[in-house]
């Protein structure tokens, strides 16, 4: 992205001068160590995405020399110094300098934010296209990320830093500015000791399982059961329309119920956009054991459980629109990031394509499917003999 430019802001981990409202609960060594964690989490993300896209990743640093920061974090970003004043007063100076150098897009983010990922950097420069001002609230009433096309001091002048009411003042700032602002999905911060429940879900890995059904009565849950609970993620089931007690069984069992068009991966897209975890793992309601090709492949069907780093999957703009083959399709496209891992564990399906159809039968079309979608045969004609004239899933 040529011309674009990200920002973070960040402190030197003093103790005593960072986090200070964590005192009470960690103490100042163990504030301070959180900081240094939360500030190396941001940077590695951050530098391998700056690295990837080629935005010019700059690092605004306080409370230590550049040589200091050098040899905590490494020299790939480039270090330059907040200066004096308030805060408003150091992020309008970062914005200034990124215009004054040449820059025609610049986002700017702290380091409080464990939730905050690439892809919402990505969304962020993607809606600077057509807006003056992208901001990402702050469930707290700030905000923690931020992003001009151009310069707008006014917007940093006489605000309430640290209150609840950043948020409030800058979009009213904006509004008499005549600037056109975009708002992003809110995050937390990680600012007081009710926050600290946010690192602990960046450290744990909190895991999304997102289960795409339609009229699964028979099959939902059992397969809710076994999942069990999660203590670090959550479970979303994303329905397309059941006609029968699919949605009521999930909703007593305890998952989160979303609905969706109909369309398996139109469903598993609504589900990851609905999702907070670090990872999202794609279960269908009725899952395929392992066999020979996705040991041969590397290509397992969503039949099969799958697991993404969830930036990675929005980076790949989730599944593709395609009646049938979403699956193949996504980890084909994966593949391009890295190899894909088989794990040993198998899971289990309900067997009611094989008692509808047979077992020869039903292995023979599965694999005449799968090799006319290499054969470049296209996915709605695929679907059409796969589900019949109807091409109603359900039917299967």
Partial sequence: MSGSRLIVITKYPVPGRVKTRLKVALGDERAAFLHREMVEHTLEWASAWSGKTRVALEVRIDGATEEQFREWLGSAPE?????????????????????RRGDN???????????????HIQLAFERLLHHDLVLLPATDGGYGLIGL??????????????????LGATIERAAGMGLSVSMLKPLGDVDTPEDLSLWDRTSTQFISMII??????????QTLER???IPDGEVIVVDGGSRDGTVEMAKEWGARVVRSEPGRGRQMDRGASEADGDILLFLHADTLLPDWRTRLFRLPFGDQAIFVKASLFRELDGYASIPLMEDVDMVRRLRKYGDIACLDAPVTTSARRY???????????????FFGYYLGIRPDRLARWYYGRSQDPEAD
């Fill in 79 to 99: 270090y330059i110094t907040q200066g004096s004043g308030d805060l408003g007063t150091r992020m309008s100076r970062s914005f200034d300098d990124g215009f």
């Fill in 105 to 119: 897009r610049i986002v700017l983010i702290g380091t409080d934010s464990p939730q905050l990922t690439p892809a």
């Fill in 149 to 166: 096309r151009s310069v707008a001091p006014e917007l940093f002048r006489d605000i309430a830093w640290g209150t609840g009411e950043v």
């Fill in 212 to 221: 795409p059904t339609l009229n699964e009565e028979g099959n939902i849950l």
């Fill in 227 to 229: 999942v069990g609970d």
């Fill in 355 to 369: 008692e509808r159809f047979g077992p020869v039968r039903t292995t023979l079309r599965n694999k005449v499917i």
